[in-house]
């Protein structure tokens, strides 16, 4: 099988901060890919490269098996790849919807749609309430502005919109961080819900045990590289973490 | 726990909404407070002098302030992506020499017309550019372009006032009867402009990324809007906005200016933040700002019409400015 | 050529005018460049951001001393704000001349190259009443800035033309304008919403009256108010042509400018540096000729206009 | 795994570190491009003109920004706060009519100074607390008072310039020789006043607060630091700063000038910006800001000197402006 | 043993939101009390109320007994009280020193210090990196400014100010959200270690897990209201699940 996504080599310096270290990735079709690591092991920077809101400094990006050069995030949204970021990346005044649809609003259909380019704002409307529901994440009206959501609602809302919009790869960055016990599960059986509609999905997760529990595979990174790939099947937990914290070798060559 | 508790917050909050969802909707508008402003100070200057409240003088204040109105569109349009623009009185005048030189030196007047509000526009890409591309502070930028258009239109102009305009140039000058008030085609325009401006940016998706991208640059990013190109477009925009202000100007005034505009810039800020609008981004309605410019413009009237001497009315509006924007903060709270 | 203190390449000489504004002084600056150049010397120019921007004028002051300048000629804007500066110019051996507006004292300049501005002021007034007669009439004053010497003497000049003292009640409004024709309009406006009767206009320049007709035009009055003015610009005279102002005091400021360029050569060159008071001389313009008025006549008026 | 990896993060960058330490914190400066910018702006002039490496014209241009320059101090704390004065230059016209008419109608001079100085804090503290307790917007809030400052100035004057003042009143415009330049004793002041407010922000508590609070007022809020009292001493210490400038002013001009002042809440903010100072509070040196002074100074001092025409020293300015800025861009991109 | 902190019938409404709808809440002296809940169920609104950073519409508050009324966040904090707010409250732009330190910065002692208030500069970066070494998050220098942290490492700095801070109370809402499995790890141990200097601790979490593991008594907050209180020995996770999310009933008169 041939990857869908694969990093090579990806390299990112702030200053004398090394984030990525010549990092590399592959996404399978239609597998969960965790990937997990410390604070600061660079899954944030990895991920930003791969969606286009970073450009790194070395190293090559292949989708599909052919190499492509995101210079803004609009690129790889073009090419089919949604993400949650960890900071969420949302337009606080701007209701849930707005946030929902924002870069590909829904037009009206009718003339005044397609003369005038009318929103179809009670079709967005709609579909919002009805991918938020999908979450029971028990939020009021789809008018009210992002920020006087709670943390977790919040987070909902980025979530709703990757799995929504996804044509080819999703990447979440720990979309579960704010959720609730009830809240968690639904977005794992919404990424779950993703991966049977046949797309890979890129999950970052500090939840060791829901990363075992969904991922088909788990990539492990450490100081700006990838240490091990491992599959949840033959590794256990703590030898996971063990690898992860630098305490057990991986199975890939590491940071020199 | 009871039963009824099963009803979830949404179901709960869904219930109360719909209820009381139009009270709401209203009371939440950005737009109530400065309308409340505006009315106070309609309802003030009617009592104090029985000159105000006339259709001709109502229409008068229209038509006062169809300049800096109309520049203020373009400067909501910058200021909800969170820029500013000092060169929008300067454009203007240079709009306006530009059309009133080459109209009276015979070109057709719809063209002369149509390269002064290029001109304009120029001047906005201008700004659009040199914010976007070399990312330089929109203050800075559009400092450097007042200063810049304003020396073109004194080196232009050769500092004469320009009279002697073709009908056409200031066909927005004329009035119209409505009722037994005339009615200045300029203030139609400005009015209809208003109204395009509210479209365009309540009801399409280009005004939602004006909105997100004022409101979290990064997040419009990442959410695949292209911030550059729509920034660009906006302030190319605005730059034309202007150039129609300056067509309205010369209607008004049936000359070529060159000292036209200078303290517009300001003017327009102003009108905008009285609107209600936030001077960081993102937030505000472009309606409200209609009536921030007509507050200005009641106040001047309304001063002058008590025959409040000159600097006392300075003096004066200083105050009720302040109580304009204390008014609309009060509306805010009341529904926070 | 070559004189008593070597070549005159070596000589520079500032300009500071009011503002870049006024087309009066886009003229001056122009006369004083073709008679520079014509003298073979440098000339700076300078001006501030408006009339009455007395810190935009020292600022200028300052730079050409450092510049090296020979000599200044300056329009104050601030007649007696810039009066320190002119002493400390004076006291570095620069010569120092007012052109247009005479400073306050006027003996803080060395010299003065002016019109006479209270008798450019009685000549419109006297004008004004000769057609007004005895006809009582409300009289809006379009002035200056208040204590300016140029406004003073122009505003008490028109009310001894016209014979008037400044409390008569004929006089219903007095409003400053900064001689700029937006404030202009905006004084008038203001004038006539104080009292819509007012039917003759005093202003005390041109573009100050440009403004004051575009409002009375708003107001639909142009027919029933008569304005009068000082300046004497082409697109003045071509007003005073076309109706719009009935009279108005020409002045000449390249006259201004190139005496006070070749004053200033004079005397770094050797000659007599030039003291007192210099008439650049006015004369009423009118399409009406008033019997008993001298005036001359709008073909006059525009060949010797500015501008 | 090799051995040498377990060598922490933190290690790893502490040893990189300690090695480009000193570069790195120069580069990092936020006034390295504003003083480039000045730097090559005096290069530009002194190889255009002769007459403008001396230390009697370096001297001058000093002197001519201590007006501004000294406004720019207290607009930068303002606007480091996330705030703006646009009452600055109106609240030092009016500090320094009060000054000069009481002290030319016979109050000792200090007392007439201080209570000129007093006046102009009294208006910071209204602004300070128009902004704090009525949540009002600043921009609306300063250009109130700035209606009232300039019409108190002109009501107060009676419009007259006033003149000979006690020698007290002009000491500041005195000057010393030091080495073969005569200084103005106001230059001192001024460059005095900008260490003083460069220590102020960046070694006390005062300080970080004022960079928090338009960093994020939210959490300086909920890190304790009572917001309202800090922002209302900030308005009012730049109040009585703009009163300092008024002195300086009078020292300069040696009269009291009803018509000073107003360009120079534009001409402050400029140097704030040119300085490197964000206009959305919490980023930026108030030694950029002296810098950004300097840069405007020595753009017209040099223009002067070489000689333009002045309608082409206002195009060009506007150019320079621009590019100033531009460089201080490029060395931000640089340490980036 | 009398509560340290209690709270009686608090009611917060933001427009007809009913974020606290008259919730309860006892502190004891020493213990770790989680507070745990769905999203949305005013968690953090609550200890807002407890921080003063939020003034509740109705109820009475109470610290040692007395009754306090908190205008703003100094006075909860003058009275002793550290909060780890959900959404960090940090100053982005300062350094991390700066942000520990901020609102009680050090001032030196000599001289210079007393009269011209200078801040002592070298002992804060001290001792914020004394702090932030005992939490092993990894960040090179406490000169860099906080926006350019890793989100862990930000939230880091966070837990960081408030254990070393408090003086009677510790308030934190999501803790570990954005921490690895080390960090979290050295974040309990820091809560642990706070309890032990005597100091009760309020701990917000979605890791029930965790919360079984460190805390005293769970609180169980749902709609608004407080619908039980349990020790981790009496009740196991999937029960104190279960009446969080309403499929049980709890211990208390739930919402009417
Ligand atoms: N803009 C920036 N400037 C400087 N350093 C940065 C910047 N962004 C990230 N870094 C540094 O790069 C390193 C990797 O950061 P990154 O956010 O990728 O980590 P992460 O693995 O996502 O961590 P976490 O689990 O805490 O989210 C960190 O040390 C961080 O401080
Ligand atoms: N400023 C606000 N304006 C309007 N509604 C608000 C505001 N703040 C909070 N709310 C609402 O109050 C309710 C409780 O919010 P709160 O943040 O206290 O929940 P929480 O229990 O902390 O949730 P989470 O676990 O997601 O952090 C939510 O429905 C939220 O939308
Ligand atoms: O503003 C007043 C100035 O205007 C003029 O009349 C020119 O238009 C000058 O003579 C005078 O100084
Ligand atoms: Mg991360
Ligand atoms: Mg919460």
Redesign the interface.
Known sequence: MNPVLEAHGLVKRYGHVTALAGVDLELLPGEILAVIGDNGAGKSSLIKAL?G?LIPDEGRILLDGRPVHFH???DA??AGIE?V?QD???????DIA?NLF????L?RKDLVGRV????D?KRMQAEASSHMRDLKI????MSQAVETLSGGQRQGVAVARSAAFARHVVIMDEPTAALGVKETGMVLDLIRGVRERGLPVILISHDIPTVFDVADRVHIQRLGRRVAVVEPGDVDMAEAVAIMTGAARGNEPGPA | ??D???T???DR??Q??SA?AKV?RFATLPTVGPLAALLLACLFFSLSTDRFLTGGNLSLVVQQVMEVGTLAIGQTVVILT?G?D?SNGAAMAFGTIVMTRLAVGGLPAPLAILLGIGVCAAFGALNGT?VTM????A???T??????A???T??YS????I?GLPKTLTALGQTFPLGNTDVTYGSVVMLAMFVIGW?VLR????G??V??VG??P?????????TRRLLITVYTVAGAIYGVAGLLLVG????G????G?TDN?DS??AV??GGV???G??GSIIGVLFGALIVGVIRNGL??M?VA???Q??I???L??LA??VD?LARRR?A | GSGAKGSNKDITIGLITKT????FF?KMKEGAEKEAKAKGVKLMTAAGKFDGDNASQVTAMENMIAAGVKGILIVPSDTKAIVPSLAKARAKGIDVIALDTPPDPQSSADALFATDNLTAGTLIGKYAKSVEGAKPVKIAMLDLNPGITVGVLRHNGFLQGYGITGSDPSIVCT?YTAG???KG?T?M??CL??DPGINLVYTINE?AA?GAY?AL??AGKTATTMIVSIDGGC?GV?AVQSGQIAATAQQYPLKMASQGVDSIVAWAKGGKKASGYTDTGVNLITAKPQPGLDSKDVQFGLANCW?
């Open positions: 969606s809101a803004n995030p609009a949204r073009r993400t970021y969420l990346a949302v337009a606080p005044a701007l707005s924002l870069g590909r609003e037009r005038f380019r009318m929103l704002a028990g939020i009021g009206s | 726990m009871s009824t508790t099963e979830s917050v949404t909050t869904e109360v909404r009381s709401t969170a500013i000092l040199l070399a990312r330089l502070p203050f800075i930028v400092l450097g372009t007042l200063n810049i304003f020396a073109l004194h080196i050769r500092d004469q006032t009279t479209y009801f399409t998706a280009a939602r990324h909105y997100a409101d979290n990064e997040a419009a990013r990442l959410s695949g809007i292209s008004r005034t049936a000359v200016d060159p000292q036209a200078q300001l800020i102003t933040v009285l936030s001077l960081f993102g937030r002058q019409l025959g000159s600097i006392y300075v003096l509006t200083g105050i400015v302040i924007v204390g903060q529904r | 870049d504004t006024n087309p886009v409003q700029d024709q937006a309009q004084a406006e203001n919403q104080k573009p440009l575009t035009k708003a697109s071509k501008g």
